[in-house]
């Protein structure tokens, strides 16, 4: 039985009485859940959530598999913490039982999973092995062009269609740890190249770096970089994230960077934390929160720059998934837009809804297929209305999960990083 008690409970750090006891119940957060709007039970809700951690907490109910089931289900889209009109932050309450449930038993499996395997990058490339496998012998457009893809069970076909194509090797491996600048050297920026973009979307991050470069930026991209500590957080092992963490500050105190720029947002929210998630630490708190104050996503450093107009034309309608990552945890907005907007012969349609969660929140198609396929069904919806050619977002997680929701719905809009198609406008180095 995994239900942890009270008398449990009381030997690790609970969440502190003024983030669940001032919820006035005012519904206001249940408009703008998209696991409530999906599922319409109030323990889905954000305020459902902040319910049952209160009960639990006071000791009137059992932490019980079924109770941090729904804390499982947050999607972390963070829409309920903006809206609270007294403060209440449900997602964050969500994460912190998380995390109290793993304090009071940690389960082997995440110890292997976020401790071994992503804390290495070598293992991580390895068990993506078999499906570069699958792409580069050709298997796919064998399964594809065979309708075998029809044959699978509804979930595999749906995660196997979020996959990108695959890079045949990692951009890890042959990414140049410098990249001098195509013109002046400005700026001397670090890139922190996350796992997802080396392994599934190397153009993008390979776009990235040019772009810094044709802008006028040194580009130092170490190596040695960890997993920011986003997966680990998310299955509440905060112990995980703070070596993570440690370990990645370390690497950019050796170089002498002005920014630390990534064009994953999900690794970017993370990396803005460390400084929040390393504050009592004596040794590392200084250091942290000046590595978290020197982060930018790629769109808000180029932004801040005097920025070189991309001379090439684009002709083709473009709209623009916002991650909750970006648009909420960084308030990171307006530069994407503003970006593409740049590119001459580029038409930018706002998505109506943009903002709203693709249901990807890293894993919940996997995790929570039903509810993650509702709401991106309430996305795909959006953009047959927007109707664009090509959907742009800065977020590999949803990325995938718009190729997901586009295969299923037989649409004909490619999915892309923003950056990336600024770098299509600026074209190759030489022209
Ligand atoms: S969490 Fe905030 S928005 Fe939701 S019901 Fe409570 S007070 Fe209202
Ligand atoms: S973070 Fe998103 S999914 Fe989770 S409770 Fe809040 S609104 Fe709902």
């Given amino acids: ?30 408009a703008v859940c998209p696991t409530y709007r999906e599922d319409l039970i109030e323990t889905a809700s954000p305020r459902g959530r902040v319910a049952l951690a209160r009960k639990g907490l006071e000791g009137q109910l059992d932490f019980s598999p079924n109770l941090y089931e729904q804390m ?120 922190y190249l996350g796992c997802a973009q080396s392994l599934l979307f190397s153009e993008g991050s390979s776009a990235s770096v040019r772009v810094l470069a044709r802008n ?13 500590g986003m997966p680990a957080l998310g299955y509440g092992r905060l112990d995980l994230v703070r070596k993570q963490a440690r370990h990645n500050i370390a690497v950019y105190e050796s170089l002498e960077v002005e920014a630390i720029v990534t064009d994953c947002a999900t690794c970017g929210s993370t990396l803005k934390g460390y400084g929040k998630l390393l504050q009592d630490d004596p040794d590392w708190a200084d250091r942290a929160k000046n590595f978290s104050g020197r982060v930018r996503d790629i769109s808000e450093f180029l932004c801040e720059l005097p920025l070189k107009k991309p001379g090439n034309r684009l002709d083709a309608r473009v709209t623009y998934h916002e991650p909750c990552h970006l648009g909420r945890a960084q308030q990171v907005k307006d530069q994407p837009r503003d970006l593409l907007k740049l590119i001459d012969g580029l038409e930018f349609r706002e998505l109506p809804e943009a903002d709203w969660c693709c249901g990807s929140a890293g894993s919940q198609l996997m995790t929570h297929y039903e509810t993650s396929l509702c709401v991106l069904d309430r996305k795909m919806n959006n953009l047959k209305q927007a109707g664009a050619q090509i959907i742009a977002s800065g977020c590999p997680g949803c990325q995938m999960q718009l190729n997901s929701g586009i295969r299923r719905n037989n649409l004909n809009v490619r999915v892309v990083h923003p950056i990336l198609l600024l770098d299509e406008a600026y074209g190759t180095p030489d022209e």
Wanted: glycine share 6%; charged share 25%; net charge positive.
């Fill in 72 to 191: 499982y289900k947050c999607f972390g889209c963070l829409a309920c913490d903006d809206i609270c009109p007294v403060g209440i932050r449900p997602a964050e309450l969500a994460l912190a039982l998380r995390v109290l449930q793993e304090q009071a038993r940690p389960k082997k499996w995440k110890d292997i999973l976020f401790g071994k395997i992503l804390s290495q990058p070598e293992m991580i490339e390895n068990t993506t092995l078999p499906l570069r496998i699958y792409q580069s012998l050709g298997l796919r457009r064998l399964v594809y062009s065979l309708g075998l893809r029809n044959l699978l069970p509804g979930k595999i076909r749906d995660l196997e269609a979020m996959l990108p194509r695959i890079p045949r090797r990692p951009l890890r491996h042959f990414l140049p740890e410098i990249t001098e600048s195509f013109g002046e050297n400005r700026h001397q920026v670090g890139f």
């Fill in 216 to 228: 006028d930026c040194r580009v130092m991209a170490p190596r040695n970089v960890e997993c920011c």
């Fill in 1 to 30: 039985m995994n239900t942890i008690s009270v008398d449990l409970l009381a030997k690790v750090e609970p969440p502190e009485e003024n983030t669940y006891l001032n919820c006035i119940r005012c519904g206001l957060c249940l």
